[in-house]
């Protein structure tokens, strides 16, 4: 019988192999890890919509759709008559209709928040080689701080609430922040923390908007009705 002579592979051979493998390992995995981080962000902002969504529905439909906390509650495009009777009576039903495990009045000292980076910040940022003058920019800045909020520093002294699965409302009712995750990061506007204007017309229809007024993102990032769609 005659066998035929088995050739094996050389070590150049398999040297060569490996490294294409490797080559091919370094330029695909990176992707893959962002589509993976980007498929779990997405996730956890659908998480959070629907968490709100139906606390905040519970919450009206307790008060019987006469609260006038949310913006549009007047109206089309009206904003919240800020009654501090309405929005402390919205804020402690819809507490109760949240699985709150910690209440802090001041969101940073209390350990509620990390050091998360401000509206003011993120202008910075963006404006580093733009061209526009220092006085331009701090006029930005002002500006935003007069009528948004949520810069670096006021953000510490708003109130917060986690939930027990991580996610962080800071401020509120009407208008407000979130962090879909807590501390595990990014930590980033437009990745997993969000400004919110919380609306509700014809009494029973509620809408979370993002992505005007002060809203704002950093670079990369999303507004949170847009990741929602994803």
């Not at 995995?29 to 980007?38: A, D, E, F, R, T």
């Not at 006038?68 to 919205?90: I, N, Q, R, V």
């Not at 949520?150 to 409302?169: E, P, Q």
Request: with cysteine.
């Amino acid at each position: 019988v005659c066998m035929k002579k088995m050739r094996a592979f050389t070590l150049a051979e398999v040297l060569v192999t490996l490294g294409i493998i490797g080559v091919v390992a370094a330029l695909t995995l990176p992707v893959l890890i962002s589509k993976y981080q980007h498929f779990v962000l997405v996730n956890r902002a659908k998480k959070a919509y629907s968490v709100l969504y139906q606390a905040y529905y519970k919450t009206l439909s307790d008060l019987e759709f006469s609260n006038s906390c949310l913006y549009g509650a007047l109206g089309s495009g009206s904003h919240p008559t800020e009654s501090p009777l309405d929005c402390a009576m919205f804020s402690d039903k819809l507490h109760k209709n949240l699985k709150v495990i910690k209440y802090c009045e001041k969101a940073y000292d209390e350990g509620c928040i990390i050091n998360y980076k401000g509206k003011d910040d993120v202008i910075r940022e963006q404006n580093e080689n733009s061209g526009i003058s220092q006085d331009e920019l701090d006029e930005k800045i002002d500006y935003s701080n007069r009528n948004c909020g949520f810069s670096t520093d006021r953000i510490k002294n708003y109130k917060a609430i986690v939930l027990s699965d991580g996610l962080t409302i800071i401020s509120g009712p009407a208008y407000l922040a979130i962090d879909t995750n807590g501390s595990q990061g990014p930590n980033k506007w437009g990745y997993d923390l969000f400004i919110i204007y919380v609306y509700y017309e014809d009494m029973k229809k509620i809408k979370f908007l993002s992505s005007s007024g002060c809203a704002f993102i950093e670079k990369g990032g999303m507004f949170f009705d847009k990741m929602l769609l994803e």
